[in-house]
């Protein structure tokens, strides 16, 4: 049973078969593991937003500043306490999610740029 120029025809004839994946039920979707979330302390700044951080158990990773903290300009320095999420596939590799405030008086502010 051909169809005169119509798309089986020439989906069979170029031996393209086209697969379909099947509707999910509602809800149930891939399991995705969650993140490993631990505390370290930064030890070396690295080029483009990457560190090297010490965890609590000495085990020493790389870990990059996640997109919030770049594009709120949060600053990370040596010697700050940092949370990072670990993916359980690859333990030498983090983001980091949040600088830890260490001191107790408010942060300076940046100078006042004058206006001309």
Do not use: W
Request: hydrophobic share 40%; aromatic share 6%.
């Amino acid at each position: 049973m051909h169809d005169a120029g119509g798309e089986h025809s020439r989906g069979a004839a170029l031996g393209v078969f086209f697969l379909f994946r099947a509707p999910c039920p509602a809800g149930a979707t891939m399991a995705k593991q969650e993140a490993i979330e631990v505390e370290g302390l930064v030890t070396e700044v690295l080029a483009d937003q990457n560190f090297r951080v010490k965890l609590q158990n000495d085990h020493v990773v790389l870990a990059y500043a996640a997109g919030k903290m770049s594009k709120f300009r949060i600053r990370v320095l040596v010697g700050d306490m940092v949370t990072l999420e670990l993916s359980p596939y690859d333990m030498n590799r983090g983001r980091i999610t949040y600088r830890h405030k260490v001191g107790g008086g408010p942060a300076t502010p940046p100078p006042k740029r004058r206006r001309r």
